[in-house]
């Protein structure tokens, strides 16, 4: 039993102050920020138990059939790296992990998951920057923290964001900002509960103000109240200028009228 916010309170209000915030600070909302913002939002809570979307969303059976058909497509593809040295020994690890998605249990294949992806930015890190390695490092002790570690904590936001501003740099775009900042917020919503965050593990402080239990009316109340603010300020920011600038144009309508 956890204390927390749903996830739909999170998406809406995690990436609307983003927007809106990105919007005020004058950086302008383009469409790769506003998904990055999104995922943001709720990535925090990929170290919940029942996180992952397909658990929720799919009946066990079709579940099972899935997995089955990721080992065998697993199997297929060794087979198929094997006889062709597909980029092989790469695509074996790739195989074995399909395989393993299937077999181990959630947790331990995310951890497994990370370790991989951490280890790999150690070596990339070697030849890429300093920060990249200790990216790596970071999520392989990411990895291996009890749950709801570090993904609430602040190293989850250096972590997050030091990839989206690595990525920044490729893509051109910036997406670091939009990133980091829903991410924190949703650190900021799951601090309004009882079970709060520990900001900085392994040291022991933990940010809580507990102005809302789940299932309560209190979190009913707290829920309402921060997707409100999220929306007036979304209007305030978004509309509100859009409607002086209609203002603007009706004016110099009238007055073209009025030089007939
Ligand atoms: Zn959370």
Same mark, same amino acid.
């Given at each position: 039993?956890?204390?927390?916010?749903?996830?739909?309170?999170?998406?809406?209000?995690?990436?609307?102050?983003?927007?809106?915030?990105?919007?005020?600070?004058?950086?302008?909302?383009?469409?790769?920020?506003?998904?990055?913002?999104?995922?943001?939002?709720?990535?925090?809570?990929?170290?919940?138990?029942?996180?992952?979307?397909?658990?929720?969303?799919?009946?066990?059976?079709? #579940? *099972?059939?899935?997995? @089955? !058909?990721?080992?065998? %497509?697993? /199997? $297929?593809?060794? +087979?198929?790296?094997?006889?062709?040295?597909?980029?092989?020994?790469?695509?074996?690890?790739?195989?074995?992990?399909?395989?393993?998605?299937?077999?181990?249990?959630?947790?331990?294949?995310?951890?497994?998951?990370?370790? #991989? *992806?951490?280890?790999? @930015? !150690?070596?990339?890190? %070697?030849? /890429? $920057?300093?920060? +990249?390695?200790?990216?790596?490092?970071?999520?392989?002790?990411?990895?291996?923290?009890?749950?709801?570690?570090?993904?609430?904590?602040?190293?989850?936001?250096?972590?997050?964001?030091?990839?989206?501003?690595?990525?920044? #740099?490729?893509?051109?775009?910036? !997406?670091?900002?939009?990133?980091?900042?829903?991410?924190? +917020?949703?650190?900021?919503?799951?601090?309004?509960?009882?079970?709060?965050?520990?900001?900085?593990?392994?040291?022991?402080?933990?940010?809580?103000?507990?102005?809302?239990?789940?299932?309560?009316?209190?979190?009913?109340?707290?829920?309402?109240?921060?997707?409100?603010?999220?929306?007036?300020?979304?209007?305030?920011?978004?509309?509100?200028?859009?409607?002086?600038?209609?203002?603007?144009?009706?004016?110099?309508?009238?007055?073209?009228?009025?030089?007939?």
């Amino acid at each position: 039993m956890t204390e927390a916010m749903t996830g739909r309170t999170h998406l809406l209000v995690s990436t609307g102050l983003t927007l809106s915030l990105l919007q005020l600070a004058g950086q302008g909302v383009s469409l790769p920020a506003a998904g990055v913002a999104v995922v943001s939002s709720l990535l925090p809570d990929i170290d919940e138990p029942n996180s992952l979307l397909l658990q929720k969303t799919m009946p066990k059976p079709l #579940l *099972l059939k899935l997995k @089955l !058909l990721f080992a065998a %497509a697993g /199997a $297929g593809f060794i +087979l198929y790296s094997y006889l062709q040295s597909f980029y092989t020994p790469y695509s074996y690890a790739a195989g074995a992990l399909l395989i393993m998605m299937c077999l181990v249990n959630q947790r331990l294949f995310r951890q497994l998951l990370m370790m #991989l *992806l951490g280890g790999v @930015l !150690l070596c990339l890190g %070697a030849s /890429a $920057g300093p920060w +990249l390695g200790t990216a790596g490092a970071l999520l392989m002790v990411c990895a291996v923290l009890p749950h709801r570690g570090l993904t609430h904590s602040v190293y989850g936001v250096l972590i997050w964001g030091g990839l989206l501003y690595y990525a920044s #740099l490729k893509l051109g775009v910036s !997406l670091w900002m939009a990133g980091s900042v829903s991410y924190a +917020l949703h650190l900021l919503c799951d601090a309004l509960t009882k079970q709060g965050i520990h900001p900085l593990p392994p040291w022991k402080w933990k940010l809580a103000i507990p102005l809302m239990s789940t299932g309560k009316f209190s979190g009913f109340l707290v829920e309402s109240v921060c997707i409100t603010v999220t929306f007036v300020l979304l209007w305030q920011t978004f509309v509100v200028p859009m409607g002086t600038a209609t203002v603007g144009l009706w004016e110099q309508v009238k007055n073209v009228w009025a030089q007939f």
